[in-house]
C-alpha cells in the first residue's frame, strides 16, 4: 500500500489506451488522474462510451495484453491498482439492453434512414437542388488548379501523426492521425484529426476514401493552418466547473 501511495504522489496521471466490450473500434487514449476514484473513472468512461456507471464493469491490462487486475472496489483510486502509460482499460458494458449493445453506434447501416424518391424531391421547393438550379451557371472554376500540389506542405513540417494538437474555431483538442495529400477535398496538404469529443464528421473515411481510423463522430479533416501542436492534454469535463 505505501509503494501505491507513493506512485500515486509522483505521478498525477496516466495515459491509458480504453477499449469496450461492445465498441469495437472505440480505442482512444484517454488521461487519467491517479487520484481519481474507480467510481468517478467510471463516471468519465460513461460520458464518452454512454455505459452507465451501474453496468460498467472495468479490467487492467498491461501493454501485453495480460490482465493486471478486476477495477471492483469503486471507492479505491485508480492508482491503488498501480497503472502505466500504455496499458489498456477495458469497459465491460454488463448491461444486455445497453444503447452500446447492438453495433448500430458503428455501423449506420443498421439504422433505419428516411427515404424519398428523385420524382417526389425534384416536386419540393426549398431544397438545396432547387437553389443550385437558380445559381447562375458558371464556368469550372480555375482557382482549384493554381493551387499546387504542395500548397502548405512547409506548414506541416512541424506536425506529425500521433501529437497532440488544437485545432482553431474553437479549441478543439485531439491526437493527428493523418498528414498528406487528400485529392478529394483540394489540393494541397491536409491534417486528419482525431478529437477528444464527438465534435467531428465522420470516423476517418471522406468522401469514400479511408485517411485514418477513430471513433465515430470523431474525425475532421483541416488544413494545416488550423491545427496547432504541443502540450495540449485532454481537457477534464468537470473542469469548469471548479471554483
Known amino acids: 500500500m505505501a509503494l501505491s501511495l507513493q506512485k500515486i504522489e509522483v505521478d498525477e496521471s496516466v495515459l491509458l489506451r480504453v477499449t469496450h466490450s461492445n465498441l469495437k473500434t472505440f480505442t482512444p487514449e484517454i488521461r487519467f488522474s491517479l487520484q481519481m476514484t474507480v467510481e468517478a473513472v ?6 464518452k462510451t454512454g455505459t452507465s456507471v451501474e453496468s460498467m464493469h472495468l479490467e487492467l491490462y498491461d501493454d501485453t495484453r495480460n490482465k493486471i487486475a478486476d477495477l471492483t472496489d ?132 471522406v468522401k469514400g476514401v479511408r485517411y485514418f481510423q477513430c471513433p465515430p463522430s470523431h474525425g475532421g479533416m483541416v488544413r494545416p493552418e488550423k491545427v496547432k501542436v504541443g502540450d495540449y492534454p485532454e481537457r477534464d469535463p468537470f473542469e469548469e466547473d471548479e471554483i
Open 74 to 205: 469503486n471507492s479505491k483510486p485508480l492508482g491503488f491498482y498501480l497503472p502505466i502509460d500504455g496499458f489498456c482499460l477495458h469497459v465491460v458494458d454488463l448491461d444486455p439492453s445497453s444503447v452500446t449493445s447492438g453495433g448500430w453506434l458503428e455501423d449506420t447501416s443498421l439504422v433505419e434512414k428516411y427515404t424519398i424518391s428523385e420524382e417526389a424531391y425534384n416536386k419540393r421547393e426549398g431544397t438545396f437542388r432547387k437553389y443550385k438550379e437558380k445559381l447562375t451557371p458558371k464556368t469550372p472554376s480555375t482557382i482549384e488548379a493554381k493551387i499546387p500540389d504542395t500548397h502548405m506542405e512547409d506548414l506541416c513540417a512541424n506536425i506529425k501523426v500521433g501529437s497532440r494538437c488544437e485545432v482553431e474555431p474553437g479549441e478543439k483538442r485531439g491526437v493527428v492521425k493523418f498528414v498528406g495529400r487528400a485529392e478529394p477535398l483540394g489540393p494541397g496538404f491536409w491534417v486528419g484529426v482525431q478529437y477528444d469529443e464527438p465534435l467531428g464528421k465522420h470516423d476517418g473515411m
Open 42 to 47: 467510471k463516471d468519465k468512461l460513461w460520458r
